[in-house]
């Protein structure tokens, strides 16, 4: 074949122009390689994952995002960053980029999930100029098939799982700008600086780039150690220099692990018997979770949110196969690499070193119900995907090597030429080859994305096909209840908790905290009480739980335990709106409207458009005295709920009270407008068609707003329908006025 690059000068061929024409050229074609492998990888990942445009959230997007109102307002970034206990989990970059994304497109989950289409396939880039940057001969096809690969759709389809895709986004360029200051040379001349100048900006901006990853999820605090082995791959040791810069990132790493240990722990309620295993029982769920992840790469089928958990209860000798082959192969391929080279030990120690916080050494709250899942080895099957994309390169590559004849005189020219041509012809088939193959196996993988991502569309789909591949899933049970409970139907909802509730043995703290929910909609608060102390016992920083389990202690009248309980979590969780709100309301009602206001102010300093917390923090100071510093607040919870009825009523009744009844009439009028309407929010003025109280009291007031305007004629109108209100409800029966009430 003609060589691509110029002849020599000195060379009896042609010459093909000057060297600077051929290094234009040769950059052009490197610039087009470029763009149409980007183009490519982004046009598998919008494909393979497209019916994903149409999901919505499933599972605990509820609590990550669209419940949790610290992602909801700017004020609520310094939580997010500076209050560890105040969220799920400590990934501060997640959190803010639903706070910036909430503002941009609110809780429409398509956003969301085009985002995390769009970042996959960015992700898959930078992870192609990664194994390009380390020589790997199948970097593309490695990076595209990761890229698209059905393990992926539980990542790319979950709205929370955004934060494996933001580490990545901010892992992969620190691993790049890595390869670009790490010496894989086998030796350094005595003297030379650790790092040039610029190398240590490159290093100052990788290692940023890295504590951003680990703001977003906690598993890259392994990467140091893997890149380490990279080095062993490349040179076959690691030196002083190698450890030394290193050592920031394994301290950023492993106080990342810290923090995550410590929330998992404290706040998901990964604690107590339930996780606590023998070295056996550990040796054995790490074996069988380290051949699960490969066998699901290679045999994905079938696939579900929630797998069966491991019975390692009793543990049966034949079990320990899994844990010692597992730790045995990476022994073996290092007793082979002087033969077979040290990249299938690299590649599978890359594999186990990134799975390893997830292989159940460190109690997590998954493990109660599984202790596998897809998104577990989002990054992890990085390495068995490139061992096996590389081993297929190397035998295209021996299949290619069919050499082209020397030009020996003592062999005739037409064998010579035949010979050529049939090495050409050779090359060329073996070309043709290796990219059919390419394309077979990226056609199957986004086949089987494309039906892994339709069964997020609608999410419930999720769990029905979950239930037919686990039957005994609680979880799945639990999920189906909530979409019952949520749908209005209690009776359905409550089966599917039960069941749920027997098959986790009652341990479960979002199962109890259900059923406690559905008891308190039944309006059987007693017996509602148990579950949520149940839920509660095992996770405490839970503002709803706390908050509905005073609900039912308001119910049946115990205000002392209402009082206790909300106080204790007001203190457990100072940062809660919900919660300062309700405690604040308690005490209004009480009588001790000072102490309320602190709690109001609270509310609204994380919550600013809290119309529950500006009205009573308006209505504590309107009692106290302080009216003309109520009405600012007054008139920003009527400008967040504008329908408020009893906000209008109270804000006309302070204005009226003190020489502004123009302004009072309005809102008087505004209220009564609203009750034709029948747009009334929050129900706090009564029920409509019987002549409720708030009516009456309404046309009073405003008939004496009238009055103070000086319009009798107008003011005795109003009188005469409060007359006509006050007939009609004589004529009511007890039932009709209490229900109007």
Not at 468 to 489: F, I, S, T
Not at 657 to 683: D, I, M, W, Y
Request: some cysteine; overall charge positive.
């Amino acid at each position: 074949m003609a060589e691509l690059s110029p002849l020599s000068a000195d060379s009896n061929g042609p010459s093909y122009g000057p060297p600077r024409t051929v290094e234009l050229s040769q950059g052009v074609r490197a610039t087009r390689k470029y763009v149409l492998g980007v183009v490519g990888i982004f046009l598998l990942a919008l494909v393979a994952y497209w019916p994903l445009h149409t999901a919505g959230y499933i599972w605990d997007d509820g609590g990550w995002l669209v419940h949790n109102h610290f992602v909801h307002h700017w004020r609520g970034l310094g939580n997010i960053w500076f209050n560890p206990h105040d969220s799920i989990q400590y990934y501060p970059l997640v959190f803010t980029a639903f706070n910036i994304q909430w503002h941009i497109w609110g809780g429409n989950a398509l956003g969301y999930h085009l985002l995390n289409i769009m970042m996959q396939a960015t992700d898959a880039v930078l992870l192609w100029r990664i194994l390009k940057a380390l020589g790997l001969r199948s970097a593309w096809i490695a990076a595209a098939i990761w890229a698209i690969h059905p393990v992926q759709v539980e990542t790319v389809g979950w709205v929370v799982e955004q934060k494996s895709l933001l580490s990545a986004l901010f892992l992969f360029p620190a691993v790049l700008a890595w390869t670009r200051f790490a010496d894989f040379t086998t030796h350094r001349p005595v003297g030379e600086p650790l790092l040039s100048a610029r190398q240590w900006k490159i290093y100052a901006l990788a290692t940023l780039s890295f504590i951003l990853a680990l703001c977003s999820k906690t598993d890259a605090c392994v990467v140091p150690v893997v890149l380490l082995f990279v080095l062993v791959w490349k040179r076959g040791f690691i030196n002083k220099r190698d450890i030394l810069l290193m050592v920031p990132w394994m301290i950023a790493g492993s106080l990342a692990a810290w923090m995550t240990i410590h929330i998992e722990h404290g706040q998901a309620g990964a604690k107590g018997h339930r996780f606590h295993f023998s070295v056996a029982q550990h040796l054995i769920i790490a074996g069988k979770d380290l051949w699960f992840y490969p066998f699901k790469l290679f045999w994905p089928w079938p696939m579900m949110a929630v797998y069966p958990r491991w019975h390692i209860s009793h543990v049966a000798a034949w079990e320990w196969i899994f844990p010692v082959t597992a730790f045995a192969i990476p022994l073996v391929l290092l007793a082979l690499s002087k033969k077979i080279g040290r990249g299938a030990f690299v590649a599978v120690c890359v594999y186990g070193l990134m799975i390893s916080p997830l292989l159940g050494f460190i109690a997590f709250y998954t493990e109660e119900y599984t202790f596998v899942a897809d998104h577990y080895q989002y990054l992890a099957c990085i390495g068995i995907i490139v061992m096996v994309t590389e081993t297929a390169a190397g035998i295209f590559s021996c299949l290619g090597r069919f050499d082209k004849p020397s030009n020996d005189q003592g062999v005739p020219a037409e064998a010579q030429a035949s010979a050529t041509v049939l090495a050409d012809a050779n090359n060329g088939m073996v070309s043709w080859l290796s990219a059919a193959v390419s394309v077979l196996v990226l056609l199957a993988l986004g086949t089987m994305t494309w039906a892994q991502s339709e069964i997020y569309t609608p999410p419930l789909r999720v769990w029905t096909h979950n239930l037919r591949c686990n039957p005994d899933c609680w979880l799945a049970m639990e999920q189906m209840g909530v979409y019952e409970y949520g749908k209005g139907h209690i009776a359905a909802a409550q089966v599917l908790f039960q069941r749920a509730n027997e098959l986790s043995h009652g341990r479960n703290l979002i199962v109890n905290a259900n059923l406690g929910d559905v008891y308190r909609n039944l309006g059987q608060y007693a017996k509602a009480i148990p579950y949520y102390r149940r839920s509660l016992a095992v996770a405490g920083r839970q503002p709803p739980v706390i908050s509905h389990l005073v609900e039912c202690y308001e119910k049946i009248g115990d205000w002392r335990l209402a009082y206790r309980d909300l106080a204790q979590g007001v203190r457990l969780l100072p940062h809660s709106a919900d919660l300062q709100t309700k405690l604040g309301s308690m005490l209004a009602r009480a009588g001790h409207a000072k102490r309320a206001i602190p709690h109001f102010r609270a509310a609204i300093k994380y919550e600013p458009q809290d119309t529950k917390a500006l009205f009573g923090l308006a209505e504590c100071l309107n009692a106290t005295g302080q009216w003309q510093t109520a009405i600012p607040y007054y008139r920003r919870a009527l400008k967040a709920s504008p329908d408020f009825g009893q906000g209008h009523f109270a804000y006309g009744m302070v204005l009226l009270q003190h020489s502004n009844p123009a302004a009072a009439a309005r809102q008087f009028q505004k209220v009564l407008t609203l009750g034709r309407q029948r747009r009334l929010e929050h129900h706090t003025l009564g029920r409509h068609g019987a002549p409720e109280p708030w009516r009456i009291l309404t046309h009073q007031a405003l008939a004496a707003a009238l009055l103070a305007l000086h319009h009798p004629r107008q003011a005795a109108r109003q009188s005469a329908i409060v007359k006509q209100l006050l007939q009609r409800q004589k004529h009511l029966s007890p039932v009709q006025q209490t229900d109007g009430k």
